[in-house]
Nanobody
Framework: QVQLVETGGGLVQSGGSLRLSCVAT????????VGWFRQVPGKEREGVTC??QYADSVKGRFTISSDNTKNTVYLQMNSLKPEDTGVYYC???????????????WGQGTQVTVSS
Protein backbone atom coordinates (compact mmCIF):
# COMPACT_ATOMS: atom_id res chain seq x y z
CA GLN A 1 0.00 0.00 0.00
CA VAL A 2 1.37 3.37 -1.03
CA GLN A 3 1.54 5.97 1.69
CA LEU A 4 2.91 9.49 1.35
CA VAL A 5 3.43 11.86 4.24
CA GLU A 6 4.03 15.54 3.56
CA THR A 7 5.57 17.81 6.18
CA GLY A 8 7.29 21.15 6.40
CA GLY A 9 4.45 23.55 5.86
CA GLY A 10 3.83 26.55 8.04
CA LEU A 11 3.30 30.28 8.21
CA VAL A 12 5.89 32.44 6.49
CA GLN A 13 6.11 36.06 5.46
CA SER A 14 6.08 37.10 1.84
CA GLY A 15 9.57 36.67 0.40
CA GLY A 16 10.42 33.86 2.77
CA SER A 17 11.27 30.23 2.13
CA LEU A 18 10.04 26.81 3.13
CA ARG A 19 11.16 23.30 2.32
CA LEU A 20 8.49 20.64 2.13
CA SER A 21 9.29 16.96 2.54
CA CYS A 22 7.45 13.91 1.30
CA VAL A 23 8.32 10.51 2.70
CA ALA A 24 6.97 7.45 0.94
CA THR A 25 6.31 3.88 1.93
CA UNK A 26 5.05 1.15 -0.33
CA UNK A 27 6.68 2.69 -3.39
CA UNK A 28 10.18 3.65 -4.45
CA UNK A 29 10.06 7.28 -5.40
CA UNK A 30 12.93 6.82 -7.84
CA UNK A 31 10.74 4.44 -9.83
CA UNK A 32 7.71 6.66 -10.25
CA UNK A 33 7.05 10.11 -11.60
CA VAL A 34 6.81 12.34 -8.54
CA GLY A 35 5.19 15.72 -8.44
CA TRP A 36 3.62 18.29 -6.16
CA PHE A 37 0.29 19.99 -6.46
CA ARG A 38 -1.53 22.50 -4.29
CA GLN A 39 -5.12 23.26 -3.50
CA VAL A 40 -6.86 26.32 -2.22
CA PRO A 41 -10.45 25.99 -0.95
CA GLY A 42 -12.89 26.74 -3.72
CA LYS A 43 -10.28 26.43 -6.45
CA GLU A 44 -9.16 23.59 -8.63
CA ARG A 45 -6.01 21.72 -7.76
CA GLU A 46 -2.96 23.22 -9.42
CA GLY A 47 -0.02 21.16 -10.52
CA VAL A 48 3.11 22.84 -9.19
CA THR A 49 5.80 20.53 -10.49
CA CYS A 50 6.13 17.13 -12.06
CA UNK A 51 9.43 15.51 -12.96
CA UNK A 52 11.26 18.86 -12.94
CA GLN A 53 8.66 20.64 -15.03
CA TYR A 54 7.19 23.63 -13.24
CA ALA A 55 4.07 25.69 -13.45
CA ASP A 56 4.76 29.18 -14.77
CA SER A 57 3.56 30.61 -11.47
CA VAL A 58 6.44 29.00 -9.56
CA LYS A 59 9.15 28.69 -12.18
CA GLY A 60 12.46 30.03 -10.91
CA ARG A 61 11.27 30.01 -7.29
CA PHE A 62 10.46 26.35 -6.54
CA THR A 63 12.77 23.36 -6.94
CA ILE A 64 11.99 19.69 -6.59
CA SER A 65 14.71 17.32 -5.43
CA SER A 66 15.01 13.88 -3.91
CA ASP A 67 17.06 11.73 -1.59
CA ASN A 68 16.66 8.17 -2.77
CA THR A 69 18.43 6.80 0.30
CA LYS A 70 15.58 8.21 2.39
CA ASN A 71 12.86 7.62 -0.21
CA THR A 72 12.02 11.30 0.24
CA VAL A 73 11.18 14.08 -2.17
CA TYR A 74 11.55 17.75 -1.32
CA LEU A 75 10.04 20.95 -2.59
CA GLN A 76 12.20 23.98 -1.90
CA MET A 77 10.08 27.10 -2.12
CA ASN A 78 11.78 30.48 -2.23
CA SER A 79 10.52 34.03 -2.67
CA LEU A 80 7.12 32.95 -1.46
CA LYS A 81 4.09 35.05 -2.31
CA PRO A 82 0.66 35.23 -0.67
CA GLU A 83 -0.80 33.53 -3.73
CA ASP A 84 1.33 30.47 -2.94
CA THR A 85 -0.89 29.83 0.07
CA GLY A 86 -2.58 26.45 -0.01
CA VAL A 87 -2.34 22.82 0.98
CA TYR A 88 0.55 21.13 -0.76
CA TYR A 89 0.52 17.47 -1.70
CA CYS A 90 3.15 15.23 -3.20
CA UNK A 91 1.93 12.61 -5.59
CA UNK A 92 3.10 9.62 -7.53
CA UNK A 93 2.56 8.92 -11.23
CA UNK A 94 2.32 12.59 -12.08
CA UNK A 95 1.68 13.83 -15.61
CA UNK A 96 2.44 17.49 -16.10
CA UNK A 97 -0.07 17.85 -18.93
CA UNK A 98 -2.85 16.27 -16.89
CA UNK A 99 -4.83 17.63 -13.98
CA UNK A 100 -3.60 16.44 -10.58
CA UNK A 101 -6.81 14.54 -9.96
CA UNK A 102 -5.58 12.05 -12.56
CA UNK A 103 -2.23 11.58 -10.85
CA UNK A 104 -1.55 8.56 -8.67
CA UNK A 105 -1.48 8.54 -4.89
CA TRP A 106 -1.01 11.47 -2.54
CA GLY A 107 -0.88 12.08 1.16
CA GLN A 108 -2.80 14.26 3.57
CA GLY A 109 -0.99 17.40 2.50
CA THR A 110 0.74 20.15 4.43
CA GLN A 111 -0.57 23.68 4.83
CA VAL A 112 1.49 26.59 3.55
CA THR A 113 0.39 30.08 4.48
CA VAL A 114 2.21 33.14 3.17
CA SER A 115 1.37 36.43 4.81
CA SER A 116 1.74 39.74 3.05
Amino acid sequence: QVQLVETGGGLVQSGGSLRLSCVATGVSLDRTAVGWFRQVPGKEREGVTCMSQYADSVKGRFTISSDNTKNTVYLQMNSLKPEDTGVYYCATSCRFNMKPKYWGSWGQGTQVTVSS
